[in-house]
């Protein structure tokens, strides 16, 4: 009897052990053919389609493989994730991903792939800042004096966004929570056109972040009240955050995070990590991340995985207390 137990015990090591060895040969051999880079937002020019083909090119130049990137829009990203779930668990096909995919879960009744399960992080390529700007016709220089000002004035204060369930959106959400305050939305397409009427004196301020905001308040023709990240940013030293503009905790930003499908050997995963945050870290590309309102990031799985759940949580209850909807 023991020694039949033995035998079994001794097969289980060994299967175990050539399971990893192959996993390990799998990783010392990745990528053994062409890389999928899943982009699931439109070409030309938007933060994760800047991104992958910055990150593409720099893989492709380090693994010897080509690294296609193919761009699959709609649904505020899901459609893209979908695809990455369905795809083989063998780290060959990639995605970037924005912060609306944590909202996800919150927003749809659908999304055809889950977190964690059917798609899995990889690490988190960098942060975009959000501010809170606001139009220079308003009587307001500090946070402060803006929401003094916004409950004298209730609902004469309108917020634009991006668009419906967008983490623009959810992030004023967040701060009529905080605050109490109410807050007329006003959804755009983009964020782009959000900023445009910002400037233009249509709407009163908006948080958000990136270029099309950085670029505007370099010129004075919005005004920054805020950050909305824990600590100040480099580039603005005199800015406040929110946290300590009487907003303890307020943190709201958008993000880029590399996703893998689900099932893939921890190896591939690990390699894919190491790798992605080696190029982060390069002078070359921390200047065009930089240069896009981006800081890059480049943590560890396991960091990621803790920071989407976190993200995940915190929206869920946005979305449900505030009611929010997608377009």
Not at 107 to 127: A, I, N, W
């Amino acid at each position: 009897m023991h020694i039949h137990r033995l035998v079994r015990a001794l097969g289980l090591t060994i299967g175990l052990l050539a399971t990893a060895a192959a996993f390990g040969q799998d990783a010392r051999s990745f990528p053994s053919k062409p890389v999928t880079f899943i982009v699931p937002f439109p070409a030309g020019g938007g933060t994760s389609d800047i991104l992958a083909r910055v990150i593409g090119q720099k893989l492709s130049e380090a693994w010897g493989q080509p690294v296609v990137i193919e761009n699959k829009p709609g649904a505020a990203g899901n459609i893209g994730a979908a695809l990455l779930a369905k795809a083989p668990a063998d780290g060959h096909t990639i995605m970037i991903a924005a912060a609306a995919i944590s909202t996800a879960p919150a927003l749809y009744k659908d999304t055809g792939f889950r977190h964690f399960e059917s798609v899995q992080p990889v690490t988190l390529l960098g942060k975009v800042p959000f501010m809170l700007v606001v139009h220079p016709s308003l009587p307001v220089n500090n946070v402060a004096e803006f929401l003094d000002y916004a409950r004298k004035n209730p609902n004469k204060m309108s917020l634009g966004s991006g668009g419906s369930g967008t983490i623009p959106h959810l992030g004023g959400e967040l701060l009529q929570m905080r605050t109490g305050i109410q807050f007329a939305h006003v959804p755009y397409k983009g964020g782009i056109q959000a900023m445009t009427d910002l400037v233009g004196g249509h709407i009163q301020f908006t948080i958000d972040g990136g270029s099309h905001v950085v670029t505007q308040i370099d010129a004075r023709k919005v005004r920054m009240l805020a950050v909305t990240t824990p600590q100040r940013l480099p580039q603005y030293p005199n800015t406040p955050t929110l946290a300590e503009s009487g907003l303890p905790g307020f943190e709201a930003s958008a993000w880029q995070m590399l996703f893998v499908t689900g099932g893939t050997p921890r190896p591939i995963v690990d390699k894919i990590q190491a790798e992605v945050s080696r190029i982060l870290k390069t002078p070359e590309v921390s200047e065009i991340l930089l240069k896009g309102g981006i800081v890059p990031s480049g943590i560890s799985t396991m960091e990621t995985e803790a920071f989407l759940r976190a993200e995940m949580t915190k929206w869920a209850e946005v979305v449900k207390v505030s009611g929010a909807k997608v377009d």
